[in-house]
């Protein structure tokens, strides 16, 4: 779990809804009307843009966003140098009887490619395109939240002109203006408050989280060229390493003295 996520999850969602019982009762920003126009809006127009199930397969995405365990780089260098290790003292087909206890499938099918004697240009073409396709499945994903984002508060907006339209139209009896003023005030406050504490927050995290697990397929697939091609497991870790910040090489130099 990502305790970052959950604790900005947290603090922001206190904090707004503190603001609102200090100020009075909360059920006074419960508007049902408010809540379709946003909602339905917002997915109507979201759906008009995309195909539905690029739309319901983001919803299975987000959930990365807070249920997410980043990889250890230090874990993984070391483990590739292990064996690059193993492949200079005892060949690529010594690798066979691992592949099961191996987690990463990226890490699995390369090695597969390796050991099933595949060139090095084949195996880098093939693993480049597996890259490519994740990023663009992650890019999409970060573009829906971004869309929606955008498109919650000018739907807020256009709850906010039907809320006034009815207000002005009811003008001769006082009495009847309070609806109608909730309305366009609430929906301009459910548009912004969705798009700038969920659905905008929630592409940014998804394009982080798409750049982390892109660095670390590029340094598996680094790391398998250079096994290949017989590196030396000091200049394969070397290569690796070049992939992190410095401040962060530390960190694999700890892993590798426990």
Do not use: C
């Not at 922001?12 to 419960?30: D, E, N, Q, R």
């Not at 590196?231 to 910040?245: C, M, S, T, W």
């Amino acid at each position: 779990m990502d305790i970052t996520t959950l604790i900005g999850v947290i603090v922001s969602g206190s904090l707004v809804i503190s603001a609102i019982i200090m100020g009075g009762p909360a059920t006074w920003f419960i508007n049902p009307p408010s809540i379709m126009i946003v909602a339905g809006g917002t997915m109507g127009a979201t759906l008009i843009n995309y195909p539905l199930s690029e739309v319901l397969g983001v919803f299975g995405v987000a959930k990365h966003v807070i249920l997410h365990k980043s990889q250890s780089f230090g874990k993984l260098i070391a483990l590739i140098v292990d064996f690059a290790k193993k492949a200079r003292r005892e060949g690529m087909l010594s690798f066979e009887g691992q592949l099961k206890e191996i987690e990463d499938p990226f890490l699995v099918k390369g090695l597969q490619l390796a050991i099933d004697g595949m060139e090095s240009n084949a195996i880098e073409a093939v693993l480049t395109t597996e890259i490519q396709s994740l990023e663009d499945r992650h890019k999409l994903g970060a573009e829906i939240f971004t869309t929606m984002g955008t498109y919650a508060p000018a739907v807020g907006m256009l709850g906010t002109i039907i809320g006034l339209v009815q207000m002005l139209m009811q003008m001769e009896d006082p009495s009847q203006i309070g609806a109608p003023m909730a309305v366009a005030l609430l929906t301009t406050f459910y548009g912004t408050l969705l798009a700038n504490l969920l659905f905008l927050p929630i592409a940014g995290k998804l394009r982080t989280r798409s750049k982390e697990e892109v660095l670390t397929k590029q340094m598996v697939l680094e790391g398998i060229i250079s096994i290949q091609a017989g590196d030396n497991h000091r200049i394969v870790e070397q290569k690796l390493k070049a992939f992190i910040p410095p401040k962060q090489r530390q960190t694999v130099e700890e892993t590798k003295e426990e």
